[in-house]
Structures are given as structure tokens and as C-alpha cells.
């Protein structure tokens, strides 16, 4: 009776594609020296739970079969990858993957930052679609590039991500190059904008549109509209409506 590996590599192609999920260690050796093999084969292969280091690397060693896309992305996906493997595939993936690459736990963290500084460096030949959608979903490293974008539909998907914190808004909010646009964005957002310290330093910007700035001031408490009369920056205006304001407040506590 035949052994595993024999069975593995005599084994049709419809044959493989019924057994490689669950089948064992030695039928998967086997398989990979099966003439039927393709790369929907080797797929299964990386999804079998006892597949093992050294046949990802036998994988790897292989550049026919890396010549599928979706062979690589695995690879680098796949936990029981060998570092050195999967750091010199990391470059090949496209935006998608590499979002789920920083997002793996179980990932090797040196392979999860070169994702993160991959996808800041193509941040700029990213199609605005693709930027909203990274947005969303991104990781510590890349919301730090996101929130320098200029684009208020960028930064409003930003906003909705569960990653951001509020150091994150702060950054934008006191920008010396945020756009008012973004100013505009940010004062809208119900999550953040409830934040006074959020408010204050939204009203602070001189990019801010003033009547933006005015309407945020009103809520404000004393002490942070002391802060906003006498911060340096502040526009005019703002510093003379918190001064009206303050006084206004005086006159009725007395």
C-alpha cells in the first residue's frame, strides 16, 4: 500500500484538491513534487494546520510558483513563515495585504513595521478611493502618515477609525498645514468634537473658518476661553469673542 508522500505526488489534480486541506505532513511533501500541481494547490497547502516551516521554505525556494500573487500574499500571511521569507516577499504585496499584514497578530512585529512603513511610502500613488478605505482600517504607524493628508474625506474616514486616539486628533486639529477644509472635517465629527480640549485647539488654529472657530468657543469653559485670550496664534476674533464671552459669564454670576 502506498505511503502518504507516494499518495501525494501520484495524486490527480482533482485528487489534491480534495485532500491537501486536511491531509498529512507527508502527503503535503509529496505534493509538491506532483506534476499536477498548481497554484491553487499550493494555496491549500498554506491553509493545512499541519503544514510546517521548512515546506513553506521549499515553497519559497520555488519562483515559479511565487509568480502567483496570491501564493506570495499567503506566505507572507502565514504564521509559521520563516522571517527572513516573508520580509523579502512584504514588498510585493499590494495595499490590502499589507493592511492585514499590520493588523496579524500573530505576525513577527519587524514584518508588521515594514508593512506600516511600506504603506506610508505609497501613500501618495494610492487613488483617493483606496486612501478612504486604508483609513479606516489602518494601524498605529500608518494613522501617524494618514493624519498629515490634505484631503477632508480622508481625514473623516480617519476619524471613524477605532485606532485613533486622541493625541491623533489633537496633531491634526493644531497643524500649522491643516487645511481649513479639515478643520471644517474635524469640527464636524461627533466622536471627537464633544471633547473640549478637541474644541479648544480646533478654535486655536488660524486655518480654522472663523465662524467654525466662533461656534465651537461658545461651550467652552472659562478657563479655556482664559487660555484662548491670552495663547499667541489665536486669530483676533477668537480672542475677542472668548474675552466677550468670559465677561458675559461675570455678569451673570454676579
Known sequence: MADDFDLGRTASAGDLLSRLPNAPLAYLQGALVNAALGPNHLLLILK??????????????????????????????????????????????????????????????????????????????????????????????VIYALRRDGDPMVIRALLKNPRLVEEDVLAIAAGTATRPSVLRALAEEERWIARPSVRK??????????????????????????????????????????????????????
Open 48 to 141: 493545512n494546520p499541519g503544514v510546517a516551516a521548512p515546506l513553506i521554505t521549499q515553497i519559497c525556494g520555488n519562483r515559479g510558483w511565487l509568480a502567483a500573487y496570491e501564493v506570495k500574499a499567503a506566505i507572507v500571511l502565514h504564521r509559521k513563515t520563516p522571517r527572513a521569507s516573508a520580509m523579502n516577499l512584504v514588498s510585493f504585496l499590494w495595499w490590502r495585504d499589507l493592511a492585514r499584514v499590520t493588523d496579524h497578530a500573530g505576525l513577527a512585529p519587524p514584518l508588521r513595521r515594514a508593512a506600516e512603513h511600506l504603506l506610508a511610502a505609497r501613500l501618495q500613488e494610492m487613488a483617493l478611493g483606496e486612501k478612504i478605505a486604508l483609513a479606516r482600517i489602518a494601524s498605529r504607524g
Open 201 to 254: 485647539s480646533i478654535a486655536r488654529n488660524p486655518e480654522t473658518p472663523r465662524a467654525v472657530a466662533l461656534r465651537l468657543i461658545r461651550d467652552l469653559s472659562t478657563a479655556h476661553l482664559r487660555d484662548l485670550a491670552r495663547a499667541p496664534r489665536v486669530p483676533v476674533l477668537v480672542k475677542i469673542a472668548a474675552r466677550r464671552l468670559i465677561e458675559s459669564r461675570s455678569r451673570q454670576s454676579a
